[in-house]
């Protein structure tokens, strides 16, 4: 997961903030944290983005949100799309073999 911290500050310039900080997941910002949903967001030059995670029963639903704040922002996002998409699918699967915390 590091390096896609890495990723996330120089390439995409997010400004993340620090891991051990409960108000944030990763560096991102806890925007909202509800019982079934979570929203986390993050800020940059380029983009303005959220993940937001919703649990329905055993389902877990993982949307990003992208509002392109530069005009470089388009071409750098579809180049990540790909790395961002398997990123996404790989994180889900190891949450859904890793037993909940009492």
Same mark, same amino acid.
């Given at each position: 997961?590091?390096?896609?911290?890495?990723?996330? @500050?120089?390439? !995409?310039?997010?400004?993340?903030?620090?891991?051990? =900080?409960? /108000?944030?997941? !990763?560096? *991102? @910002?806890?925007?909202?944290?509800?019982?079934?949903?979570? /929203?986390?967001?993050? =800020?940059? *030059?380029?983009?303005?983005?959220?993940?937001?995670?919703?649990?329905?029963?055993?389902?877990?639903? *993982?949307?990003?949100?992208v509002r392109y704040t530069s /005009? !470089?922002? @388009?071409?750098? *996002?579809?180049?990540?799309?790909?790395v961002h998409k398997l990123t996404n699918t790989w994180r889900l699967?190891?949450?859904? @073999?890793?037993?909940?915390?009492?």
């Amino acid at each position: 997961m590091r390096t896609f911290l890495l990723g996330w @500050r120089v390439v !995409l310039g997010l400004g993340l903030g620090p891991l051990t =900080d409960p /108000r944030y997941v !990763l560096g *991102w @910002r806890i925007a909202t944290s509800e019982r079934e949903k979570l /929203r986390l967001e993050q =800020d940059s *030059w380029l983009i303005a983005a959220a993940n937001v995670i919703t649990l329905e029963g055993t389902n877990v639903t *993982w949307t990003t949100h992208v509002r392109y704040t530069s /005009r !470089l922002a @388009r071409t750098i *996002w579809t180049l990540l799309l790909p790395v961002h998409k398997l990123t996404n699918t790989w994180r889900l699967r190891i949450c859904a @073999r890793t037993p909940p915390a009492n």
